[in-house]
């Protein structure tokens, strides 16, 4: 689904990614963790080409990514959920579920709406499809964010820090609705603190520092034995 | 004595003629510009830079001088006294409206754009259906501003015998030496325009900082 081949990210002097390789499967759950200012933001940003990268190719589907058709990549295969959730304020829940299918996939307003309602219910708030984002909490917010990035039916969703932004008492909701998005063949990359979810639904578990891949591994292997000092040690900061 | 002169009513008509040709001119400017200098591409916030430059830092009376006297040299021909206005008044406003327009895009979080081309919009759509709208509800009362500043400065004409209002009041004024009653009623016709879009601007801004109500969705939930 993804490859990413010597992919290196600069901002001026700044090295944030180094040389990183990786393939994503399709269907697969990939967890990136890591320390802040490892570089894993800008690596899940570098997938959709939010972030064009300084050196190497990203391919989705074995389609080379460019800044030329990276819009076109985007309305194909993925969708983004961010930690500033990052709704239309100016539209309500369900025209920012159907703007991109009616203005982009040409979906018919009816059948759009319909779709949003089926994902509304789904994240647990169809009675808020009227709701400006300024009138729901943050919880609400990332599950009206998650349906948005269902309703356009990618294969790959990737998820920014998804609960980072969230009071603790809501992180449980968003959890909630990816867990049950993990038992389906979506491509889920999810770069996320959140341990507990990392175990539960991961595949495979990535640590990155310093703009490195550290270590890579099943949730099993990483949670009972890293072998890498560093991940050891972050690990035994937030593991309790 | 008659309390409006009849020479107020052409007068009037040509200022309000300019003004809304001027804004129209001015909006379209500045959205334009307003948009070029906030891309990614330096010539292009160059261009825009120069043009708000320009014509914020020069007189306007110089600008509408230059256009009567130097462009019938520069076009080989003469120009109405209305396109003068439209295009003095307009050029000059578009510069500030570029302006508002661009904290207006600035303003909107880097957030919305990730989010609109994480979902596959191009750049204009993007502008078109996510930034543009936000942006247009923050801008609404300085817009409303230079909306009413416009009004006012179309009596530059007067200068270049424009026809429009401030000219007639001048003209008849200085015909008769009644000074006062030349210029007190030429004045309340010029607060009849701005005044209520100056109420309009208050009210836009009391309505762009409210949190808005939750739509009655029929038929859906």
Redesign the interface.
Known sequence: MIKVENLKKNYGSLEVLKNINLTVEEGEKLVIIGPSGSGKSTLIRCM???EEPTAGEVYINDQLMTKKN???????Y???V?Q?F?????M?V?QNLT??PI??QKVPKKEA?ATA?KYLERVGL???????P??LSGGQQQRVAIARALC?KQKLI?FDEPTSALDPEMVQEVLDVMVGLSKENITMVCVTHEMGFARQVADRVIFMDGGYIVEEGTPEHFFTNPENERTKAFLSKILH | MEVLPEEYIPGFIMTLKVALAGLLLALALGVIFGMLSTVKVKVLNVIARIYVEFFQNTPLVVQVFFYYNCLPFVIGGRVPKFIIGVIGVGIYHGAYISEVIRTGIEAVPRGQFDAAYSQGFTYIQTMRYIILPQTLKMIMPPLANQALNLVKNTSVLAMIAGMDLMYHADSWGSDLGYFVQAYLPCALLYFVICFPIAKLSRYLEIRAKRTPVPKKMKGVA
Do not use: V
Request: aromatic share 10%.
């Open positions: 959709n080409y939010l990276r819009g076109e990549m985007a309305r194909k993925s969708s983004m961010f500033q990052n709704l239309y304020p100016h309500t369900l703007l991109a203005k982009l709406e309602m169809a009675d808020k499809a009227g709701a400006y300024q009138n356009t990737l």
